[in-house]
T-cell receptor
Framework: AQSVAQPEDQVNVAEGNPLTVKCTYS??????LFWYVQYPNRGLQFLLK??????LVKGSYGFEAEFNKSQTSFHLKKPSALVSDSALYFC????????????FGSGTRLLVRP | DAEITQSPRHKITETGRQVTLACHQT?????MFWYRQDLGHGLRLIHY???????NKGEVSDGYSVSRSNTEDLPLTLESAASSQTSVYFC????????????FGPGTRLTVL
């Protein structure tokens, strides 16, 4: 079965420090991977996606993600965290058995302290 | 600007009532999706549609229905609301390509008393 795991319920980081939000996946074939962010009382906003090509994907708000096929991971990163980055982050993978559906991880809450 | 909207944004209803949540997108996307978000479960797919007159069940479809009479709208109906359906509901849409991004609406917070 295809799946996505976000092993950390919460990540705490100080403002100005680098941040990493982890995501691992299990799919058959080549994965299409996505990161979304959800601010309080808002819908999910698209950050970035990996389809093919360069393993380092750059997205919105200074975020980037590194695709690692051997470790089946797609970790979200940012070199210098901002307090305004505090939000809920979701990793998702395209369900290859069902065309356009996405399988979402359970989410990771990022808390950036001043 | 093209967008995806949901209404109402908040709804309180009673057990046993029928409730319809609206979703409207102006991107002319063929694919539309309904999710529910609950603590500890992330997002779970309720129903989805790949075009007019096409509807499909997701992983948590019991007690919900959808219909797709045009490209822009995919209303979600709770036939007889239950307290277990208290949740935040999100609608999303995308184009047909396998690499295309799903874009989400702002959500509807539904409380069933």
């Amino acid at each position: 079965a295809q799946s996505v795991a976000q092993p950390e319920d919460q990540v705490n980081v100080a403002e100005g420090n680098p941040l990493t939000v982890k995501c691992t996946y299990s799919v058959s074939g080549n994965p299409y991977l996505f990161w979304y962010v959800q601010y309080p009382n808002r819908g999910l906003q698209f950050l970035l996606k990996y389809i093919t090509g360069d393993n380092l994907v750059k997205g919105s708000y200074g975020f980037e993600a590194e695709f690692n096929k051997s470790q089946t991971s797609f970790h979200l990163k940012k070199p210098s965290a901002l307090v305004s980055d505090s939000a809920l982050y979701f990793c998702a993978v395209r369900d290859m058995d069902s065309s356009y559906k996405l399988i979402f991880g359970s989410g990771t809450r990022l808390l950036v302290r001043p | 600007d093209a967008e995806i909207t949901q209404s109402p944004r908040h709804k309180i209803t009673e057990t046993g009532r029928q409730v319809t949540l609206a979703c409207h997108q102006t991107w002319n996307h063929n694919n539309m999706f309904w999710y529910r978000q609950d603590l500890g479960h992330g997002l779970r797919l309720i129903h989805y549609s790949y075009g007019v007159q096409d509807t499909n069940k997701g992983e948590v479809s019991d007690g919900y229905s959808v219909s797709r009479s045009n490209t822009e709208d995919l209303p979600l109906t709770l036939e007889s609301a239950a307290s277990s359906q208290t949740s935040v509901y999100f609608c999303a849409s995308s184009r047909e390509g396998l690499t295309d991004t799903q874009y989400f609406g702002p959500g509807t917070r539904l409380t069933v008393l």
